[in-house]
Structures are given as structure tokens and as C-alpha cells.
């Protein structure tokens, strides 16, 4: 392990740990909808400049007590939804540069360049792949704003992502807490 990694924090420190809220979903080909969602990000054991990341969701459902005519919804997680995993890799340590590397059971796997400024990162495509039977309209392209407040202990993002069919547009807004940290 390089004395550059023991000398400072890691670059992504603010991030390390799990994170989990709802967030809703939006886009002009479907019906809107509320979701349930847990984000983990873990620290190479080795000491290397990579974060692994997991994310799950849930479909938000009416839970007990939310009967036809009630007029306040308990949302309760439901069925599972989406997720992805993958590794953040931070090319020479850096503290500005960072790259996402995702794959998606849907049949997608791309790579996000990323800009830190201080507890938020900005992410844009570099590029997507996709298997054969992946589902048309095919994905063209993602942005992601992460924004941590490190005073509330929140993680809040807006994915944006574009179509064949559809241009550029924000398609998720994300509102979590931090439920664990990790060493």
C-alpha cells in the first residue's frame, strides 16, 4: 500500500456506507411511480483506489391501514425493482476525477466519468454496452448528480438518461439517509 493512501482520507470517504430512502420515477413513456431504495459503498479491503457499489429498490406499495379511500398512503417496500452494482475507480488517488463502472441485470453495463467538488459528484457516459436481448428503446446515455450533507446525513441524486425514442431528461430523484457506515 502506497504511503499516498495513508497520509490523507480517502477521496470518497463522504460516500462509505449504507444510504437508504425513497425516491420517485418519472418519464414520459411511463406512469410515474415511488420507490424504496438501499445504496452501499464499500472500501477496497486491499487499499486500492476503488469503492464497490450496490443498489437495490423496491416497488412502493400500500401497506395495512391504507385502504380505497384513506386519505394517507403508508408506502411500504414491495417487490423488487432495479438494481445495479459496480466500482467507483479513482485513476492516480485523485481527489477531482473519478469513473463509475455499472452493470445491470436488464442487460446494460456502462462506464460514467465523474467530477468531485467536494461532497457531490457529477456523473455523464462514456459508454454503454448492451447484451443482445436487451429490451428496446435502448439506452443512449445517463447523468447522475450525487450530493451529500454531511451535517444531515443525507445522499441525494437526480439520474437523468436518454433514449433512441427520448432525449436527455430526469427520470429519478432520490432522497436517502445514512443507515450504516462501514470502516
Known sequence: MSTATIDKPHPLEFLIGTWSGKGKGFYPTIPSFEFFEEVTFVKDPAGRPVVAYVQKTRRAVAGSGSGEGSEHKDLVPGPPLHAESGFIRLPGWSNEKCELILSQPTGIASVEVGRIDGTSIDWTTSG??????????????????WVVDLRKKTFSYIF??????????????????KVETLA
Open 160 to 177: 437523468a438518461m436518454a433514449t433512441e425514442e427520448t432525449p436527455l431528461q430526469p427520470h429519478l430523484e432520490v432522497y436517502l439517509r
Open 128 to 145: 454503454i454496452v448492451r447484451s443482445p436481448s436487451a429490451k428496446p428503446p435502448h439506452v443512449t446515455r445517463f447523468t447522475r448528480k
